[in-house]
């Protein structure tokens, strides 16, 4: 019984040990197969949150948008003019895909990836069999890159190693998370490697084939899609016969993708494509080009052909002539030169030169004439004048003094305007002055305008460069002395040329119409324009016959820098203004070289070139005024002693006191310039005694008192002598107007006294305490306080 109990509880005890061990096996497999569960979901989890990390950092459209684009011009007539590169050299395109032919589409999809519009970033089949066929072949024989991922390899561009390949997928997720696969295929098409620099089907289809991708025929379009699978192996200048090839492959490829049929394909592969030759750099206008490049500098999502103002076979000429000239000109050390040329009735920019070569650089052809800021000479001249006849300061008769001139400047020399000939004409009439580019009168009427008020007159015609104030430049803002450029300049003349109309400078004619900005019309433009084209009043400085005058209205103000180192000439007829720069970049002067002998000559070209076949209309009279007969030396109406009469124009009110004008007397401001001149003859109002003046004081060195002379000397003589008294007893009779009489201390009364004029001034001499510098030392001007 013992022993059946002990039988009982040892497999009592054994059932009992084998059900806790099938326990916890039971236990013990619910926990690995609880941690096998948790790393897969775990695992799965990671790997959707892996997938979903793009959505987070999407790439949009918006922030691949191809900034460096290549910009390709032509002239108004599409006339092509060049193409200027991206900085980094490459001729790239931009087009939005519905501007790029549906056959090439359908071949650059066939060719790369037949289904790119059902998988998403990756195609999981392609590389599943891509994988297949290299365990299968021990080699790698296709890939299974998307277009997506070619793109992301395109925005990246990072060697081909295992990491670069992830970060390839990690930027494909981000793109497809952010853009649709329209946007995705726009892009791709846009940066496709074409052969060379060329990037992109447009740039491809305009380079190989003038025209726009918008136009390739399926022929054309096979061949450019086969060219991206290895730009350089598949060069079409060098690798025809091997793009053949590819083309095939690709046309099987639309085949198999049924885009065409077997016999369309066998059809284009027998079609003969011709490949235009490459035209290499700029055909015309590279300054205008390359300038016109950074103003349009913006970013675009589209590009194409920017349709310039420019006139191709006239901006041929004017290089030509450029040229020309300046071999004409290298005996007197002139080597550049620069010319704009305008439509005044549109502002558009028909013809710009910057240089004789742009492509010399051992003589800087790259500088830019036009745009390069240089001393103007005289051609702001005219806006003074224009000015001071608004202000009323002067009128079209005006007598302006051309005498010498010193004007004290605090903190510098004393200022002297002189012309280039160093001589003075003495009276002269507003219109002389302006024509013969007259240095000194120009002073004085900016001196009454203000230096100020001009400034912001010159600032509203666009001179946007003078941008110091008033005092920086003083009185010889009008002569040059700040530095503006041809641009600037060919503008103003513009709008003079249309009367005061204030015309923007239009380059391009793919943006909308020009428009002109509304501005006052002055009946004073009309006046300086009759004044600058009237080879008459120019004829002291230029002559009748010199280059300034042609066979038609025109016109026309010459400037030159001071020591010779820019010369200009800006004029214009009813149709076109040109403005012409000639000098030298590196601001050596010229020589024997100004305005009319510089720049002129080019100008004078140029506009009759421009007016060849049709002569322009004349220039419309000012409006509201009359023409009188006037004394050319007074501005007066013209009486017996008259020796010479013009016309001149009169406002209304100025008529009047035209009919009341007295006899002309000249004021003290021209006696220095008298005492230089020979007889003159003016009315008898002007006779009087020019040296020395009433109330002069002079000083007698007491050791050569018998040695200093003293000049007397008197105006307005009429040729008669010249009796001469001093403290009313006679001196001498002269047949000049002047005598010397040696000095004596006192108190002095001179009296000149010729037929029936007479004057009397009173001057005195002192015995003063200076020594002669040298014993015996006698002067003719004695010292004067």
Not at 617 to 634: Q, S
Request: some cysteine.
């Amino acid at each position: 019984m013992n022993l059946l109990t002990r039988l009982l509880k040892t497999l009592t005890l054994r059932a009992l040990a084998t059900l806790r061990e099938i326990k916890s096996y039971k236990l013990l497999k619910l926990k690995r197969n609880y941690k096998l569960n948790k790393i897969i979901v775990s695992g799965i989890l990671i790997c959707l949150l892996i997938r979903l990390c793009p959505y987070f950092a999407p790439i949009h459209s918006i922030d691949i948008v191809q900034h460096q684009l290549a910009m390709e011009f032509t002239d108004r007539n599409n006339l092509p003019l060049g193409t200027v590169l991206t900085s980094d050299q490459e001729n790239t395109s931009v087009v939005k895909l519905n501007q790029v032919s549906p056959q090439f589409i359908k071949a650059i999809l066939a060719a790369e990836d037949g289904s790119f519009y059902q998988h998403g970033a990756l195609d999981l089949k392609a590389i599943f069999r891509a994988i297949k066929i290299a365990i299968d072949q021990k080699k790698i024989v296709s890939g299974a890159s998307t277009i997506t991922m070619q793109l992301a390899r395109m925005l990246d561009n990072s060697p081909r190693t295992f990491t670069a390949k992830l970060k390839e997928v990690w930027l494909s997720w981000r793109l497809a998370a952010g853009m649709s696969k329209d946007e995705i295929l726009a892009a791709y098409i846009n940066r496709l490697p074409m052969g060379g620099n060329i990037y992109g089907v447009e740039a491809a289809a305009r380079i190989y084939f003038s025209i726009p991708a918008s136009d390739l025929n399926l022929a054309q379009a096979s061949f450019l899609a086969a060219i991206p699978n290895n730009p350089t192996y598949f060069n079409p200048y060098q690798h025809q016969k091997r793009l053949q090839q590819r083309q095939k492959y690709v046309l099987n490829r639309m085949v198999q993708e049924k885009y065409i049929s077997d016999a369309e394909a066998q059809q284009i592969s027998q079609e003969k494509v011709i490949f235009q030759p490459r035209q290499q750099g700029i055909i015309a206008a590279p300054h205008f080009l390359f300038w016109l490049a950074k103003q349009n500098n913006t970013p675009n999502q589209e590009s194409s052909p920017i349709r310039t103002t420019i006139n191709r076979p006239l901006q041929q000429f004017v290089e030509a002539q450029v040229q020309q000239v300046i071999s004409s000109l290298k005996a007197n050390n002139v080597h550049d030169a620069a010319a704009v040329i305008i439509d005044n009735s549109s502002g558009e920019v028909l013809s710009y030169v910057g240089s004789p070569d742009y492509f010399n650089d051992v003589k800087s052809g790259r500088n830019d004439g036009v745009q390069a800021l240089r001393q103007p000479g005289s051609t702001l001249k005219p806006f003074v004048y224009e000015l001071a006849l608004e202000k009323g300061v002067i009128s079209p008769h005006t007598i302006l003094p051309d005498v010498p001139t010193h004007y004290a400047i605090p903190g510098a020399k004393l200022y002297s305007p002189t012309d280039y000939t160093n001589s003075f004409l003495g009276p002269v009439r507003v219109r002389v002055a302006l024509a013969n580019s007259l240095n000194v009168p120009a002073v004085k009427v900016l001196e009454k305008v203000g230096v100020a008020t001009f400034l912001n007159c010159l600032h509203e015609l666009g001179f946007a460069h003078l941008n110091q104030d008033a005092e920086y430049y003083g009185l010889g803002l009008t002569l040059g002395s700040g530095e503006v450029n041809l641009w600037e300049l060919a503008r103003a003349y513009l709008t003079m040329a249309n009367m005061g109309k204030n015309t923007p400078l239009v380059t391009t004619l793919n943006s909308s119409s020009n428009s002109v900005s509304p501005s006052s019309v002055s009946g004073n433009w009309r006046l300086i324009i009759d004044m600058l084209s009237d080879r008459y009043a120019r004829s002291t400085a230029f002559g009748v016959d010199s280059v300034l005058n042609l066979p038609f209205p025109v016109a026309v103000k010459t400037g030159t820098s001071s020591n010779y180192r820019d010369t200009w000439t800006v004029g214009f007829s009813r149709d076109y203004t040109v403005a012409t720069w000639v000098g030298n970049f590196n601001g050596e002067p010229m020589r024997q070289i100004s305005g009319v002998t510089g720049a002129a000559p080019l100008w004078n070209r140029i506009i009759l070139h421009l007016h060849e076949h049709q002569t322009p209309a004349d220039f419309p009279p000012p409006e509201g005024m009359i023409k009188l007969p006037i004394c050319a030396t007074t501005g007066l109406k013209p009486t017996p002693s008259c020796t010479s009469i013009v016309q001149e124009y009169f406002s209304v009110k100025d008529k009047i006191a035209y009919e009341k004008s007295t006899d002309f007397h000249l004021s003290p401001v021209y006696d220095q310039w008298l005492a230089k001149q020979p007889q003159l003859h003016f009315n008898s109002d002007n006779f009087r005694i020019i040296s020395p003046r009433n109330g002069d004081l002079f000083l007698l060195y007491p050791s050569g008192d018998r040695q200093q002379k003293l000049e007397f000397k008197a105006a307005g003589t009429l040729n008669q002598p010249v009796e001469w008294w001093i403290n009313d007893q006679h001196l001498s009779t002269q047949s000049t107007n002047g005598m010397f009489w040696h000095l004596r201390p006192g108190n002095w009364k001179l009296e000149a006294r010729s037929g029936k004029m007479h004057d009397q001034i009173k001057f005195q001499v002192d015995v003063g305490n200076i020594q002669p510098k040298k014993q015996g030392f006698s002067v003719a001007n004695p010292t004067k306080l």
